[in-house]
C-alpha cells in the first residue's frame, strides 16, 4: 500500500500560493503545452494539477528523463553489493565483448557509462545484438575524459543489472524501487529493445508522480521512511558533477543548462546546486536541495528550434524559484484567499478544447466510400518515436481508406491486406477514447471540418507529449491525406494520395 504524501497549502511551507499563478500563467503563455505540475517542499505537496485531458493517473512518455530510472536500478546493485562502479564493461559482458578489445575499451567502466563517458563519438542504432554492436563501437577517446550523450549506453545500464542479477529493468526494480516509494509499477509502460530489453535510454512512461517520487528518493539522500535503498556515497555521486558537459554547447546551443555538468544520469542545473532529471521535450523532475523543494513537470516544449523551448521552461522555473521568499522562511501566514483561489483554479486547468464543426455539404457523398492508395503510406498505428528508439519496421500500410459519419461521430477506417483498423472521433468537441493496440496507443480523437472540402482528425496520443493531426482534403474523386505529429523529431507533414476505390 503506497502512502500518498501530505497535501498543503503553499502558505504552510513558505511559498506565496500567488507565485504559483504566475507560474502559471508563464506556462499558458502558449510556448509550450503544459500537461502535469507538482510541486512539493518539505516533503508535503502543496500545489498539483494536471491539464485536461491529461490526469494525475495518466502515464506520460518520459524520453529520457526514463534515464535517472536504469541508473537508479545501478545504483541498487551497488548498494546491494552486486557490482562495483570500477567493474570493467568487458569483464560483464563477456560473450558479446571483441575478441581483440581496444585498450580504450578495455578501460570502459560501470562508472564511465553512468556519467556520458563512454568515448564514443557515435552509438549504434537498434538491433537483436546491440550489446554487440555497442562494444563493437571505436571508444575513440579514454573513457572518462570526454562527454557524448550516448542513450544507448542508457540501455546498457539496465543490461548490466539484467547481466548480473538475470533481471530485466522493470522487474529488477518492483520490489527493491517501485513497490518501496510508491509508484505503481504496474501501471508503467517501456519500449524494448530488439531483444526484449527495456529502453533505459528514454522508452519509459510513467506519471507525474512517479517521477517525483523517484527524485525525492535521491532529495533524500537514497533514504525512503528509514530504509536506505540507494547508498550515501553513490547518491552523492549521481547528484554532482562527475563529466564535463560544455561540448554540448556544439551539439545544442540554445540548451544552456545543458553545459553545466552531468552526474549519474541526472543534469547539473545553472541555479548553483540544483540537479535534474531531464526528458525531451520538457519532461523534468528538478531538485532544489537548498530549498528542500522539488519540482515536477511533464509538457510539450517542442518549439522548432530544438532546445529552444526546453530551455525556456527551465528558464521560467528558474526565475520563478529566485522570485520566492529567501531559503530560510519555513513558513508565511496563511492567506485562504489566494490559496482557494490557486486550488481552484489547478482543479480547473485544461488545454484548449477541440474545435466543433461537424457537418459539411460534401459529408454524404464521401461518407463510407474507400479510397485505393496510389502514391505514399499511411497506417494508423503510426510508429513514431517508438521506430527510431525500438528499430521496430513501420507498420504495414493502407491499401484502402474509408471516412464514414454516424450517430454525431466519425469513423476513419484502414485495410491493410485484409485487416481492418479504425478511430472513432467525437464531432461535438469532446475527445473519444481509442486503443490502437500499441505502445504509445491511447488515442483521444476528435474531428471537425476546416472547410467545405477538408475535415480534420486529431489524435490526442494522451500516453505521450503529443497530438497527432490528419487532414483529410476530398476532390474529384480523389483524397490526400496530410499526416503531422508536433513532437520535437518531426519531419513535417507526411502526404498520402489516394483515389477513389
Known amino acids: 500500500m503506497r502512502k500518498e504524501f501530505e497535501r498543503v497549502t503553499p502558505e504552510s511551507v513558505g511559498i506565496p500560493s500567488a507565485t504559483i499563478e504566475t507560474l502559471l500563467d508563464r506556462l499558458e503563455e502558449g510556448w509550450t503545452e503544459p500537461h502535469g505540475l507538482m510541486i512539493m517542499r518539505h ?13 494525475p493517473g495518466i502515464r506520460h512518455g518520459l524520453q529520457s528523463h526514463t534515464k535517472t530510472y536504469a541508473a537508479t536500478a545501478v545504483g ?16 560483464i559482458f563477456r560473450e558479446e565483448s571483441p575478441a581483440d578489445p581496444s585498450e580504450n575499451l578495455k578501460k570502459l567502466t560501470v562508472r564511465d557509462v553512468l556519467c556520458m563517458g563512454c568515448g564514443m563519438d557515435t552509438m ?62 504496474d501501471n508503467l509502460r517501456y519500449l524494448c529493445m530488439p531483444d526484449g530489453m527495456e529502453i533505459g535510454g528514454g522508452g519509459m512512461y510513467a ?8 527524485m525525492k528518493l535521491y532529495a533524500d539522500g537514497g533514504v525512503w521512511e528509514g530504509e536506505r535503498i540507494l547508498a550515501e556515497d553513490y547518491v552523492k555521486l549521481a547528484t554532482s558533477k562527475q563529466n564535463d558537459s560544455a561540448t554540448e554547447r556544439a551539439v545544442n546551443p540554445p540548451a544552456e543548462d545543458n553545459f553545466v555538468g552531468y552526474g549519474f544520469q541526472i543534469w547539473m542545473c545553472r541555479p548553483k546546486g540544483v540537479y535534474r532529471a531531464d526528458g525531451a521535450m520538457g519532461q523534468f523532475t528538478i531538485v532544489f536541495p537548498d530549498r528542500d523543494m522539488l519540482l515536477a513537470i511533464t509538457e510539450n516544449a517542442s518549439g522548432s528550434t530544438g532546445g529552444a523551448m526546453p530551455q525556456k521552461a527551465l528558464d521560467t ?24 483561489h490557486l486550488a481552484k483554479r489547478m482543479e480547473r486547468l485544461s488545454l ?22 496510389t502514391e505514399g503510406s499511411f497506417s494508423l498505428a503510426s ?19 474509408t471516412l464514414s459519419f454516424a450517430n454525431g461521430k466519425a469513423r476513419l477506417e484502414t485495410v491493410s491486406g485484409g485487416k481492418v483498423d479504425g478511430v472513432t472521433a467525437s464531432l461535438d468537441g469532446s475527445r473519444t ?28 496520443m494522451i500516453e505521450t507529449c503529443n497530438e497527432r493531426e490528419l487532414t483529410l482534403t476530398f476532390g474529384d474523386g480523389t483524397l490526400e491525406i496530410g499526416d503531422y505529429t508536433n513532437h520535437a523529431f518531426s519531419r513535417g507533414p507526411e502526404i498520402t494520395k489516394l483515389v477513389r476505390a
Open 317 to 340: 522555473i528558474w526565475e520563478w524559484a529566485a522570485s520566492l521568499p529567501d531559503a530560510s522562511v519555513e513558513t508565511l501566514p496563511e492567506d485562504a484567499q489566494a490559496s482557494a
Open 207 to 214: 506519471t507525474t508522480e512517479d517521477n517525483l517520487r523517484l
Open 383 to 401: 510508429s513514431g518515436m517508438g521506430k527510431f528508439m525500438t528499430g521496430a519496421a513501420d507498420p504495414a500500410g493502407a491499401d484502402t481508406v
Open 43 to 55: 516533503g508535503k505537496v502543496c500545489a498539483e494539477g494536471w491539464w485536461a485531458p491529461y490526469a
Open 124 to 185: 549504434p542504432r537498434p538491433s537483436k545484438e546491440w550489446i554487440k554492436d555497442f562494444l563493437a563501437t571505436p571508444v575513440v577517446h579514454e573513457p572518462g575524459t570526454r562527454f557524448m550523450y550516448n542513450s544507448t549506453g542508457s540501455t546498457l545500464l539496465g543490461a548490466i543489472v539484467r547481466k548480473i542479477t538475470g533481471l530485466g529493468l522493470h522487474d529488477y526494480l518492483k520490489p527493491r524501487l517501485f513497490d518501496k516509494i510508491g509508484i505503481d509499477a
Open 76 to 91: 541498487i546493485a551497488y548498494t546491494e553489493g552486486l557490482l562495483k562502479l570500477t567493474d570493467r564493461v568487458i569483464d
Open 352 to 373: 484548449a478544447a477541440p474545435k466543433r464543426s461537424p457537418i459539411s455539404p460534401l459529408q454524404e457523398q464521401i461518407s463510407g466510400v474507400a479510397y485505393k492508395v
Open 433 to 460: 477514447e481509442n486503443d490502437l493496440g500499441i505502445l504509445p496507443g491511447i488515442a483521444l480523437c476528435s474531428g471537425c471540418w476546416v472547410q467545405p472540402n477538408v475535415f480534420k482528425l486529431t489524435m490526442r
